[in-house]
């Protein structure tokens, strides 16, 4: 499920056509950006995909802000420490710790940095391999940490899966994959890459407020010729130059009325024959089998290698 940096052997194969490269458009008002990287190769693909989301937004016109996180030595794991005031003989409760904390601004700084960054930020992208179907540790960490109650969820902050608290922002998912993309199709033994980024696209993005777009997948990423990289790289240019135009995968509000007080989807509300994780999406995108992100926006890369 790794990646490894662009090789310059070509494939026999032929190559999936990919979108023409678009030139920049200085946009009516720059935006700020945030993208989160996780890879620990320099030298990787994945490097290399933020570096290319990196320049494309600033030749826009766009701020932008990169979070490396392995340069970054980030530690993963939630601990005592990252709330400097709890006694050192209390029990930890995480969640009304972090709360406190966040809203008396004594997070520890690498946390309250990144919040920071968050909150700055228009939109936020993750760049990151899929590793045993999720994100690598540290990212994962960094969701841990950084997403507090009181400055992600709880109490203090907007209902979830709404507007909630940080309303206002986009977020896009750039990912690489080892397998080939039919691994992830409605009847791949991977299941649908809508299903496989749930928890992210749903349970951290539209739970937290933010709107999220289609992802931006890379498969068969394990050996990607040089030729292959060109056509990803325009792709992902192509998708980053739609960050704030794109329509984002149109989840359900939990206060829009479709939902009770249990939180639990009303019957009736979906479309005929709708099932799984597709009831929480707006009935117009739940048309294909391969579930929200497979019209005409969604921009996928497939390497011919298994």
Do not use: C
Not at 127 to 138: D, T, V
Not at 159 to 187: C, I, K, W
Not at 246 to 257: E, H, I, K, Y
């Amino acid at each position: 499920m790794n990646d490894v940096a662009p090789q310059s052997q070509s494939q026999a194969q032929a190559q999936p056509q990919s979108p023409p490269q678009a030139q920049p458009v200085q946009p009516v008002q720059p935006r700020k950006i945030l993208v989160v990287s996780a890879h620990p190769g320099a030298d990787s693909l994945n490097a290399a995909l933020t570096d290319v989301a990196v320049e494309r937004l600033r030749a826009a016109g766009h701020a932008v802000e990169v979070s490396d996180l392995y340069a970054m030595k980030w530690k993963a794991t939630v601990d005592a420490d990252d709330f400097p005031d709890h006694p050192a003989r209390e029990r930890l409760h995480v969640m009304a710790a972090s709360e406190r904390a966040t809203l008396a601004g004594r997070l520890s700084a690498d946390v309250a940095a990144e919040q920071e960054k968050v909150t700055w930020s228009d939109a936020v992208v993750l760049q990151f391999p899929m590793w045993w179907f999720g994100p690598p540790a540290i990212l994962k960490g960094w969701i841990d940490r950084v997403f507090t109650a009181g400055f992600g969820y709880g109490p203090a902050v907007p209902p979830p899966y709404s507007e909630g608290a940080l309303a206002g922002r986009r977020a896009l998912v750039s990912v690489t994959a080892g397998a080939r993309e039919s691994a992830f199709s409605d009847r791949g033994v991977h299941g649908r890459l809508a299903d496989v980024l749930h928890p992210l696209q749903h349970g951290l993005f539209w739970f937290t407020g933010m709107a999220p777009l289609e992802p931006f997948a890379v498969y068969g990423a394990n050996e990607l010729p040089a030729e292959r990289f060109e056509a990803a790289r325009r792709a992902y240019e192509h998708r980053l130059d739609g960050l704030f135009s794109d329509a984002p995968v149109p989840f359900r509000s939990l206060v829009g009325g479709d939902y009770d007080h249990d939180m639990r989807l009303l019957p009736g509300v979906e479309a005929p024959g709708t099932g799984g994780l597709d009831l929480h999406v707006e009935p117009a995108a739940q048309a294909s089998p391969d579930g929200p992100w497979s019209g005409a926006r969604r921009t996928a890369v497939t390497a011919t290698v298994a």
